[in-house]
């Protein structure tokens, strides 16, 4: 075999009277450019895969997303800081949304320490306000429907008896 970049010495034998023209040199590359392939690259032999059909994960790899980031994102991590967020001001919405981002992340096999904390946050606010409910408000409707029913009468609050006239002057009414 002939090395195309010297000429040879002697030319083939020509058949058919005229001289062969030399394959065309590829132009070279301009400086900082990569030199193109002049072959692609081989196929595999029939019946061989080019890739093993499963190839098991590294230990411990966080599987790969496609997410705005460009990859790497946790699906329900977005979610759950909005959740912790709102879990302090409005809790049974912080709850909802929290339950919903663990959703999101478990299904995608990672944790989410953002919604917990808002799905706890968020149960304690309920608990607390339904305390509050129960404790505050319940025993005051309980009171102002007495003394609108019958304006003598006298009732209970926080333990103490007060008439209903009390009552309205201590409300202001």
């Known amino acids: 075999m002939t090395d195309p970049n010297t000429p040879d010495a002697t030319p083939p034998a020509n058949q058919g009277g005229a001289q062969p023209t030399p394959p065309a040199q590829p132009a070279q590359p301009a400086y900082g450019e990569y030199a193109p392939t002049t072959q692609p690259p081989a196929a595999p032999a029939y019946g061989q895969n080019a890739a093993p059909a499963y190839s098991a994960p590294a230990y411990n790899a966080a599987p790969a997303y496609n997410g705005a980031a460009g990859g790497g994102t946790v699906p329900?991590?977005?979610?759950?800081?909005?959740?912790?967020?709102?879990?302090?001001?409005?809790?049974?919405?912080?709850?909802?949304?929290?339950?919903?981002?663990?959703?999101?992340?478990?299904?995608?096999?990672?944790?989410?320490?953002?919604?917990?904390?808002?799905?706890?946050?968020?149960?304690?606010?309920?608990?607390?306000?339904?305390?509050?409910?129960?404790?505050?408000?319940?025993?005051s409707l309980n009171a102002a429907t007495t003394c609108l029913n019958d304006p003598t009468a006298v009732v209970q609050v926080w333990g103490v008896d007060l008439s209903c006239q009390e009552v309205l002057e201590q409300s202001n009414r």
């Open 76 to 139: 329900g991590k977005t979610l759950g800081i909005v959740a912790f967020i709102v879990s302090f001001f409005f809790g049974p919405l912080g709850l909802i949304l929290g339950i919903v981002a663990l959703v999101q992340s478990k299904k995608a096999g990672r944790g989410n320490g953002f919604a917990i904390t808002a799905i706890i946050i968020g149960a304690i606010s309920v608990v607390v306000g339904l305390i509050v409910i129960f404790a505050v408000i319940v025993p």
